[in-house]
């Protein structure tokens, strides 16, 4: 099972589209680097998994839970991320 696994993430600030379509997925013990110009997303993107940005479309599984978006991070998957 990947321990990260974003499929067709998006995130909007009003009108502008900071991630449009983000998938990939982490698996244990792989080095995974995301990379690309500045304001493409990057920042956004780990906001996301870090449970920070919490206005999000997709999906999205972090150490075996399906993320929701608007929901905080708590219990072991505080701990764990
Ligand atoms: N809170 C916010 N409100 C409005 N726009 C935002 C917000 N956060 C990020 N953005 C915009 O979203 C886009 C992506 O920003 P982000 O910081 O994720 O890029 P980045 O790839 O991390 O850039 P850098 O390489 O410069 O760190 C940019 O256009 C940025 O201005
Ligand atoms: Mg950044």
Redesign the pocket.
């Known amino acids: 099972m990947a321990l990260v696994n974003v499929e067709q993430l998006q ?1 909007t ?2 009108e ?4 449009s379509a983000a998938s990939f997925a982490i698996e244990p013990g792989e080095t995974f680097s995301l990379i ?12 996301v998994l870090a449970g920070l ?1 919490r206005q999000w479309h997709g999906n999205i599984q972090v150490l075996g839970d399906r993320l929701q978006p608007g929901m905080r991070f708590t219990g072991a998957l505080r701990r764990n991320v």
């Open positions: 995130v600030f009003g502008k589209t900071a991630v690309g110009e500045s304001g493409c997303g990057k920042s956004t993107i780990l906001r940005q």
